[in-house]
């Protein structure tokens, strides 16, 4: 399988002037907030939407060398704190203590503590990018955060009426991670000067990178051999319907249907409701389903490149595109 480093290579240059960047924006005063900003910046994850911005920019830059600049590095800053920001509060919501395999903040701290931090990174963030000056990538980025919140509002909303259908599932998806892929990718292509159509191809195509990235999300939800950090099965536990199980719920007639949902409502502290769920979705080809549709959607992603020249950006997305597909955490 490809690996995401050597994703990264044709960009490596412009990822570590990121993260110069980050690490000399990104200060706190205090020591409390000082031990948990670390916490948050040094758990930050496999950094798909920096690595959306550096490509994307990289590839629609006019001269090369022209996506080192300081607004890429910005751009990158921008996207990867709200997702970092939004995977804190995200904890606090679930009440999950695990994150890539470490406790996460609200599990360090509590969740007061660890909802000022999100919002401190958020305000940081905010205030960094304005006094940039930058605006039109400040508005272009910061302009959808209230999305994210839409769809996790959505899905909280869902899991209380247990009442999912592949329309809302999918609607979730795009508010809760793909519009800020499809930001990610876009702003590389704004923060370089491109035409007003390549910054919609290139959100277009992040969008649906990040439709094919939630779903493999939620896929690895159910998988024995992911390596995500995470627990297993915790969106049943949450009482999560996403994609795998959704497609079993489709096929199933009115009084199968109101068995599962019973089982799913058990999930939240019965282990065995859990194993018994995921055997069926397993058995069932609820994984196989779901893929069928996330590989839709990567083929989307991937007609899009061809607009561009056979470049190495363009081929690193395309190669992030069979590692979303792929991956296992
Ligand atoms: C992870 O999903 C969560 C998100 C992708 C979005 C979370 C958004 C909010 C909490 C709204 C607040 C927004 C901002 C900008 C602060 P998941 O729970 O399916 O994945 P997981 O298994 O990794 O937790
Ligand atoms: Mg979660």
């Known amino acids: 399988m490809i690996t995401l480093d050597a994703i990264r290579q044709p960009v490596t240059k412009e990822l570590e002037a990121y993260e110069a960047f980050l690490e000399r924006q990104f200060t706190a005063d205090g020591d409390l907030l000082n031990e948990m900003l670390h916490h948050a910046l040094s758990s930050r994850g496999k950094g798909v939407r920096p690595l959306l911005v550096a490509l994307s920019a990289a590839m629609n830059a006019r001269t090369s060398g022209a996506a080192g600049g300081q607004r890429v590095s910005l751009a990158a800053m921008l996207v990867e704190m709200i997702h970092t920001a939004s995977l804190i509060h995200d904890d606090v919501i679930d009440e999950a203590d695990e994150r890539r395999g470490r406790p996460s903040a609200n599990a360090l701290w509590q969740s007061r503590k660890a909802v000022l931090l999100g919002d401190y990174i958020l305000a940081r963030n905010m205030a960094i990018g304005l006094e940039s000056g930058q605006f039109d990538l400040v ?169 561009y020249d056979d470049t190495s950006y363009r081929t690193s997305l395309v190669h992030l595109c069979s590692f979303v597909a792929e991956r296992n955490k």
């Open 139 to 307: 508005s272009h980025i910061c302009g959808r955060m209230a999305t994210l919140c839409e769809g996790e509002l959505l899905q909280d909303d869902c899991v209380s009426k247990q009442n999912m259908t592949r329309r809302t599932y999918l609607d979730i998806i795009y508010k809760k991670t793909a519009c800020l892929l499809g930001v990610s990718a876009s702003s590389g292509a704004l923060a370089v000067g491109a035409t007003r159509d390549k910054v919609t191809t290139m959100r277009r195509f992040g969008e649906a990178l990040g439709m094919a990235f939630q779903i493999q999300d939620d896929i690895l939800d159910y998988s024995p051999s992911a390596a995500t950090g995470k627990p297993l099965g915790n969106d049943l536990r949450e009482g999560k319907i996403t994609l795998p199980l959704l497609v079993i719920l489709d096929k199933a007639d009115d009084k199968r249907r109101a068995y599962l949902l019973e089982r799913l409502k058990a999930c939240h502290n019965d282990e065995e409701a859990v194993e018994e769920m995921q055997r069926i979705v397993i058995d069932e080809g609820g994984l196989h389903e779901a893929q069928a549709v996330m590989q839709g959607y990567i083929a989307r992603a991937v007609q899009l490149l061809s607009e």
